[in-house]
């Protein structure tokens, strides 16, 4: 069976990265206004044998930089001034800061107390484009805490990393994903996140400047010269890198949707990709069952429809018609376990979903499973956040 309406490109994925700007300067700034338009640094003091935690963009003026001795940067800047760190104001910011970032998916990965990757990728808010959204997300921080972030999206984490710092501060950068290749390949060593300034210098010294220069080496001389690091950078050259978004919490339901280049506008032409859809979520969800021993198992189906005029619909079933409790060992040995998935599970709520919708054309169709994961891991978590 063919896939004529199939959009290839559903599975790529939409990432932001945010990165406040001169983080710690810049909430110094804002409860202490009479700083504005000053240069000033946030570490320790000048006397003793501090170091900078950061500078604002002013001081970045006189070559003033975050892990720089605050001697240095005072000679660098006699006018330069110094503050003390105050970590828990810091941190109350964060707080609120990822709380905005929970308004657009679930999908968070805090690097830092200022930074995060964000996985938009079926965020339904400016029918989908992170562009936009990372701009309502930029538009939010500032109106809701005064402060500005720089933000970076791209179809990875690597590239949306380097977005974020290439219209630094206040910026907003997107890499599409027909740009990814050539933007990628044109980057300087030094902008490549995991290249520091001695591996950097390791590189110039191999001859190598840009990601270009990786892709002409063989992999076999790269590994001898650069280890672990030579493989990741030519995949980085190519504008590839595969790391999901990672929460560190265990994922509350699996699943796959396909988007089509052309509506399904009749209930055989959805019929015709279920199968396709549960053979996805079913081997998505023996992957992961199989990786994480001790997670849970589905408890609940739920299928998910997105119509022409972008309205979406999910509608979630049990799983009691298939007479086998869905685990990792039942998936491998039960025979007709798909079939029977498909004709007494599937089908049926994709076509009372249809009706529901009066038989409107749809454009995405989607299938997972919910996993009984209990509420004391989120107890738990709040409860972290609140020592962080
Ligand atoms: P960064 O995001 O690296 O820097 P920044 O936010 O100050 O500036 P930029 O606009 O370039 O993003 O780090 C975030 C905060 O982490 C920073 O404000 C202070 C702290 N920090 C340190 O304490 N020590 C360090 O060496 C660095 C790099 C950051
Ligand atoms: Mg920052």
């Known amino acids: 069976m063919g896939a004529p309406h199939l959009n290839l490109d559903s599975e790529k994925r939409k990432i932001i990265h945010v990165d406040m700007d001169c983080f710690f300067a810049a909430v110094e700034e804002l409860d202490n206004p009479s700083l504005k338009g000053k240069a000033v640094a946030v570490g320790g003091s000048p006397s003793g044998r501090g170091v900078l935690c950061t500078a604002n963009y002013e001081a970045r003026k006189f070559g003033v930089r975050s892990a720089m001795s605050s001697a240095h940067a005072l000679k660098k800047c006699p006018h330069l001034i110094f503050i003390r760190p105050r970590s828990s104001r810091y941190k109350e910011f964060a707080l609120k800061i990822r709380e905005i970032f929970s308004r657009y998916t679930d999908l968070i990965e805090p690097l830092s107390l200022d930074e995060a990757y964000l996985d938009v990728t079926h965020c339904e808010r400016h029918q989908g484009s992170a562009t936009l959204i990372a701009q309502e997300i930029k538009d939010t921080i500032f109106k809701e805490t005064g402060l500005t972030a ?29 740009q990814a290749k050539d933007f990628a390949m044109n980057l300087s060593l030094k ?70 280049n052309k509506d399904l506008e009749t209930f055989s032409e959805i019929e015709e990709r279920i199968p396709f859809l549960a053979e996805e979520a079913l081997e998505r969800l023996s992957r992961h069952l199989k ?14 429809i997105k119509t022409c005029q972008f309205n979406s619909h999910t509608h979630e079933g049990i799983l009691r018609h298939l007479d086998v409790h869905l685990n990792e060992e039942t998936l491998r040995n ?55």
């Open 334 to 388: 039960t025979p007709h376990l798909y079939q029977d998935l498909i004709a007494k599970v599937v089908t049926p709520m994709y076509k009372e979903l249809y009706d529901q919708c009066a038989q409107t054309p749809l454009r995405l169709l989607g299938l997972g499973f919910r996993l009984n994961v209990s509420s004391s891991y989120e107890l738990e978590r709040l409860g972290q956040l609140r020592l962080l």
């Open 291 to 304: 990786k994480k021993s001790d997670c849970p198992s589905p408890h609940k189906i739920f299928i998910k």
């Open 150 to 178: 720089s933000a970076g999206v791209a179809p990875n984490k690597f590239l949306a990393k380097v977005a974020s710092d290439w219209k630094k501060p206040n910026g907003l950068f997107t890499v599409s994903p027909d």
């Open 191 to 260: 902008k490549v996140p995991g290249v520091g300034d001695v591996t950097f210098r390791k590189c110039v010294a191999l001859g190598l400047h840009t990601l270009k220069d990786i892709q002409e080496k063989p992999i076999g001389w790269l590994e001898i010269k650069l280890g672990k690091l030579g493989p990741s950078l030519l995949r980085k050259s190519f504008g590839i890198d595969n790391r999901p978004v990672s929460t560190g919490r265990p994922a509350k339901s699996i699943s796959t949707e396909e988007t089509y």
